[in-house]
Structures are given as C-alpha cells and as structure tokens.
C-alpha cells in the first residue's frame, strides 16, 4: 500500500465511507426508479422526504447490526444475509408508515418497491466488488497491514498460521519476537523497542497465553514512545469460547468468553422471524396435524398430546408439546428412558411419526408461545441434561439461546437416539457451532435442509 492510499485510509475509513455510499446509491436507485415509473426526475418534494426516510433507516439499521465493521473481511454470503435483512426490514417499516399515515394513494408501490430492490443490488454490489479487488490486491501482497509479533514461540506459530489462513484480512509479518515464560529482562525490551522500530510495523501483537498475563503491562510500557497500534492476543486454545468479543462493562474492558448472541436487535429479528415462519407453518400443517390428532385419538387409548418439561433458553424449564408417539406408560421418578430399537412401547402409528419427525409439529404451537425457536439446539429432557452435563464440556451453554424443533445438529444427521457419549459430544459440538455463528441467513439454510434433507430421520423408531 502506497502512504498516499495509507494516508486516505487512515482519514477516510470504511466505516465513513460506506454509509455514504448506501446514502449516495438510495438516491441515485430512487431517482432511476422515479424516472422509470414517471419518465422525469421533477421529484415531488414528499418522495424526497422518503428518500430520506429511507436512507436514514438503512444506516441506523446497518449501524444496529454491525453491517458497516470489519465488512471486508465477512464472507460475502453473510455480508449479503445480512444486507437483505435490513432492506427486508425497511421495506416493511416505510410500507407500514405509509399506510398508517392514510398516504398510500399519494405515493407509488411500484416506484417504493423499485427504488428498495435496486438500492439492495446496488449496495451488494458495491460491496462484493470492493471485497474481491481488495482481496485480490492482499493476495498480490498489496493493500496490507504489517505486524510484529511477540510472544513465545508456540503462540507465535499459531498466530502466523492463522494469518496465513486468512490472507484477505490483509496483515503481514514485519518482524518476531520470542520471549520466553519466565521474566522478561531489561535488554530484551530494549531490543524489542529497537527492533519494532526498525521494521515499520503499523501493528505489534502480543502474542502470550493466560498465564503470562502480567507481562503484557511490561510490553505494552516498552513500546510506550512507538506509534505502532498494540493489540493483545491471549492464548485461549484449551477453552471452549462461545460468541466472544470485547466489551465494556461498568466502565471496564472485559473479554467475554461465553456470551449469547441474542441480544439487542438480534434478538428481535431472532423472535420476529420465530412469528412470521412460525404463523406461517402453523396455518399450513394445520390440516395434517388435525388428521394426526384423530388418527391418534382412534389407534391407541391416551391423550393426543406428550407432554414434558425441557431446559429452555438461560436454564428456565417449560413443557413442550409433541404428538404421543408411545402407548401410555410409567417410569421412575426423575429416569427417562429413550426409544429405542424395537421398543415395545412405540406404537405402529408413533414409529411412522418419529421417523418422519411428524412428532414434532405441536412445538411451533411452543415458538409461537416464545418458548422456543424455529431453529436452535433440540431440548433433552431434564433427566438428560443433569446425566450429560458433567460429561460433556459446555454442555449447558446450549441453553444461551432458545432450544429449536430443527437445529443445525440434526440436518447434519444427528437425530435420533443418542445412546452413547461421543454422540452427545458432536451433536453439541454441532450445537455450539451454531450458536457461535448464528444468523438469520443460517436459520433460513437450516430450514431450508431441514424440508429437502432432514425431515425424515431413519435414526428414530
């Protein structure tokens, strides 16, 4: 990278520059859109105020969401999930304002409708563009940040090789430092300020696990009179993360290690897309689950409905509904036993059930209580989840989200019994894989699969 291109970086960073232009494409689409509907460009001074309307929600919307942070360097199909969110969303608040304030006649579907689909092509555009020249220029060795690091040798390694894997972040080793476990002595730090110096870093990364936590003032004050931006990487390798970040709390900067994603505006969008989908679904299968409540009704003697209490979101219990699938029966007190194979007490019209996962269906009527998600990690019985807790590593952080009827454990083939305990370790694997990365993009995938892939589930009897 060039000073000059550095020097414009540096005074015009994309966090600015990006609004602009999302700001700049939603009048130039508008403008295109009213041409295309009116055949001139005299706007009326109430489309200028949706213009602006408009534009303004797009930005607080994609600044709520955090689309306009590190958006070079997210995989272009969630930068343009997440991109279609906001646009879906502003769709539905300006077509919402409009028709309360009685203002339908006074402006154009078709021109509203227009001006929103091409200000979305526009603006992903614009993005997967700069990604793919950016990146493109990174892989030539251009456009990149240099970085020293430090730390011991192992952290080291394992920081280079991450850059390494992520060569369209664009960073670049401009120099090493090794230092050892123990103290660091003065002719060390002396070198390390020289050496850092030298090398024209932009950026030192201190590279040091937990334990060394102490010597990272003692860094930090040796570069003290260097420009260079400082960053501490902790060594977090033989811990289980779950969405961290940084953040600040009560005036201090924490590291949260294991914290869900839904909060704040994701958890609305999380819940609104549980209602829409949910109320949907629920209107479709309403016939099937009437014919499945009779055909239970008749078959075999017992209520229609299983009941059973699960761990929900945050450890609360509920009761989540399923069609009965067993002849009606007793256990011990606190023990559940799971289906299995030739299980004597799943009757002929619960195996076809189970098997198809028609079972299932009474919970949208739990997603629509909030209770539950459309997807999210599938509920174990409470039985289960006091067994498997000790067993497993995280196994409770499943429960920081809503549990769901499909998860994306079960269309990568985990259903059924899990009747040994390097299958409970995957499925929560699988679980907090999902957890970590969730997005409504990944909800609509899951879903998706879960009707094309995984409704059907040859594990259950």
């Known amino acids: 990278m060039s000073k000059k291109t550095q020097g414009l ?204 936590g102490s010597v990272v003032r003692t860094i930090f004050y040796a570069l003290r009179n260097h420009t260079a931006e400082v960053r501490f990487i902790p060594d977090f390798r033989d811990m289980r993360l779950l969405n961290h970040r940084m953040s600040e709390v009560a005036g201090h900067l924490a590291i949260d290690l294991s914290m869900t994603p839904m909060s704040g505006m994701a958890r609305v969008i999380k819940r609104l897309e549980d209602i829409f989908i949910g109320a949907a679904i629920s209107l479709l299968i309403f016939p099937v689950c009437l014919g499945i409540a009779i055909a239970i ?20 219990s509920f009761k989540v509904y399923k069609f009965r699938s067993m002849e009606v029966h007793e256990e011990e007190n606190g023990k559940v036993t799971q289906a299995r194979q030739g299980d004597p007490r799943v009757t002929k019209l619960g195996a076809f059930l189970r098997r198809t996962s028609l079972d299932e269906l009474p919970q949208f009527y739990n997603v629509l209580q909030g209770r539950m998600s459309i997807v999210g990690p599938r509920p174990h019985a409470l039985a289960h989840n006091e067994y498997y807790k000790d067993l497993v590593e995280s196994y409770m952080r499943r429960h920081k989200v809503k549990p769901g009827i499909t998860g994306w454990a079960q269309v990568n083939g985990l259903r059924g019994e899990t009747d040994t305990l390097d299958k409970m370790e995957r499925r929560v694997e699988f679980d907090l894989w999902y957890i970590d990365n969730w997005s409504v993009w990944l909800d609509l995938r899951i879903i998706f699969l879960t009707v094309f892939k995984g409704f059907f589930n040859k594990n259950a009897y």
């Not at 078959?299 to 450890?315: D, E, M, V, W």
Request: proline share 3%; charged share 20%.
């Open 297 to 316: 009704k008749v078959s075999s003697p017992g209520p229609i409905l299983f009941k059973q209490y699960r761990t929900g979101a945050n450890g609360k």
């Open 9 to 212: 970086t540096e005074r015009y960073p994309a966090q600015l520059i990006v609004p602009v232009v999302d700001i700049l494409v939603i009048i130039a689409s508008s403008l295109l859109a009213y041409w295309w509907r009116f055949g001139n460009l005299a706007l009326h001074e109430r489309y200028t105020l949706a213009i602006a309307v408009i534009a303004l929600l797009v930005v607080l919307l994609n600044s709520l969401l955090g689309a306009y942070a590190r958006w070079r360097v997210t995989r272009i199909s969630t930068l343009l999930g997440r991109l279609l969110v906001v646009w879906l969303a502003v769709a539905v608040m300006a077509t919402s304002f409009i028709y309360f304030a009685q203002a339908a006649e006074r402006y154009s579907r078709l021109w509203v409708g227009s001006s929103l689909l091409l200000s979305f092509i526009f603006s992903g555009g614009v993005r997967v563009a700069a990604q793919l020249i950016l990146r493109k220029a990174r892989l030539k060795g251009k456009a990149r940040r240099s970085v020293f690091l430090v730390g011991p040798g192992p952290n080291l390694t394992n920081v280079a090789h991450g850059m390494r894997a992520s060569v369209g972040e664009g960073f670049s080793i401009a120099g090493v430092e090794r230092i050892a476990s123990g103290d660091i002595k003065e002719a060390c730090l002396e070198r390390l300020a020289r050496r850092v110096e030298t090398s024209g870093a932009r950026e030192v990364w201190i590279c040091i696990p937990l334990e060394m």
